[in-house]
């Protein structure tokens, strides 16, 4: 036990308690040991029967201590044999890991090269200096003032389209906007989604009990006259590059979709992942953009241009939709946590996000290059839409067994395009080409070899 300092402004009595439940914590006293009486424990430490009596009643209230009568006092706490019991549940592997796959499937792997660590680090460390305690207030329920007004920048200089800060509403990765959206628009209504698509679309529409209907795609992606056909009234769709056929939607589909979703109160939700790394010609502008009808919801993510952990995403609202959120949804806490808010507010601000999508985008235009060159090696291999995103699809009846063989040797992650419709079937000898986590120098290997 540890000597009590009787020049302490603390109370004796609180000194004692403390040593001795420290001592039980740590295991040093264990269940069941008695501890010595009042007046042994007094005399032992040259203080008043009265100080061990108090530091035993608050050790005895907090439930460390039992008393017994005319027998002691014991202790009942097993905390060090708690910790261990802890620690060898927990020894090795996190538990169920194998159950439980990490999440983001589709964003890139970025490299530890990629990342720029070091203005991060700064950038956070500048806003914990000058924001001070003014960080622990909470933000507003869209999310920080500083972050909206980066995104509507960023949104004005690379997706052509000015939005008001305030009706970009931010929130804890796209699949939890998802969710809110549902709440937003309703769950009387009927969604319909890209079959195929991303395969988590209908597990979240599914769990929160909606209806929502597969629509098929053709070459220019949607159907119109499917959406019509189902009923739908919020159709979901990524109109600059679809995921995963990379299907670019063409000018006469967007319009179609937009005469659709004129009439009767409908919706589109436009997914704009993955629009930022296209390859060759313009950025394809966005449905949101030119809709003057209020119709259109825009959704994009940092999932696929910073790291898939950063979970911060964001929705752009209609001033009509801004208002219903604000009455309906406005209550809710911001789902991203004001440290990282304000980190990436200035990361965009101050230009650093523009340039690393640059950087980005060099590496990756180098690695397609290489992955193209592979996958036109295997004889009968035919690949399509491969000018934006880091996948496309390729055909390849004869050679597909070699070619998933190498790819994966390379972290090029090869899909059948079947896993990707509702019924899995079809799309035969077609396969996504994934090479977010390419490793360009094994791939340089093959093709040397
Ligand atoms: C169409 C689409 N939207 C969004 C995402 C991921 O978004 P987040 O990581 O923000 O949930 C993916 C990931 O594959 C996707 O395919």
């Given at each position: 036990m540890r000597a009590l300092d009787k020049n302490s402004a603390k109370p004796l009595y609180e000194q004692l308690y403390e040593n001795i439940r420290d001592d039980i914590l740590s295991g040093k006293m264990s269940e069941g040991e008695k501890l010595p009486s009042k007046r042994a424990l007094a005399e032992q430490q040259q203080i008043s029967v009265v100080t061990v009596e108090n530091a035993y009643s608050q050790l005895i209230a907090e439930g460390y201590v039992r008393a017994a009568e005319r027998s002691g006092y014991y202790v009942q706490y097993s905390g060090g044999a708690v910790e261990t019991q802890y620690a060898e549940l927990t020894?090795?592997?996190?538990?169920?890991s194998e159950k439980e796959e990490p999440s983001g499937e589709g964003a890139f792997e970025p490299s530890a090269g990629d990342f720029p660590f070091s203005v991060w680090t700064r950038l956070m460390r500048s806003v914990i200096l000058e924001k001070g305690t003014a960080l622990l207030q909470p933000v507003r329920s869209g999310g920080a003032e500083e972050l909206r007004r980066a995104i509507s920048g960023y949104l004005y200089r690379a997706r052509g389209f000015y939005q008001p800060p305030e009706r970009i509403i931010t929130g804890a990765g796209t699949e939890y906007l998802y969710n809110l959206l549902i709440q937003l628009l309703g769950r009387d209504k009927v969604y319909g989604i890209e079959d195929?698509?991303?395969?988590k679309l209908p597990k979240i529409y599914e769990l929160n009990g909606v209806r929502f209907e597969y629509i098929p795609l053709d070459g220019s992606g949607m159907s119109a006259d499917a959406l019509y056909e189902k009923r739908v009234d919020a159709a979901h769709i990524s109109p600059a590059h679809h995921y995963p056929t990379g299907i670019v939607m063409p000018i006469s589909r967007r319009r179609e979709i937009m005469r659709w979703a004129e009439g009767c109160g409908r919706y589109v939700i436009e997914d704009d992942y993955d629009s930022e790394l296209r390859w060759s010609g313009k950025p394809v502008p966005t449905m949101f953009g030119s809709d003057a009808t209020g119709r259109v919801i825009y959704m994009n993510t940092f999932s696929q241009t910073i790291a898939p952990s950063v979970r911060i995403s964001y929705m752009c609202l209609s001033e009509e939709l801004y208002g219903l959120w604000r009455e309906k949804l406005g209550f809710y806490a911001c789902s991203v946590p004001a440290f990282e808010q304000y980190t990436l507010a200035r990361f965009i601000s101050e230009g650093y996000f523009e340039r690393h999508i640059n950087r980005t985008k060099k590496r990756f235009r180098r690695v397609r290059e290489l992955v193209l060159q592979l996958i036109s090696r295997y004889p009968g291999s035919v690949i399509s839409e491969e000018n934006a995103g880091l996948h496309f699809t390729v055909e390849a009846v004869e050679s597909a067994p070699q070619m998933i063989a190498d790819c994966t040797k390379c972290g090029i992650k090869i899909t059948p395009l079947s896993q990707y419709y509702s019924d899995k079937k079809g799309a035969e000898g077609l396969f996504v080409v994934n090479y977010g986590g390419a490793v360009e120098q094994r791939i340089s290997e093959i093709l040397g070899a």
């Open positions: 020894r090795g592997e996190f538990p169920n195929p698509g991303y395969e």
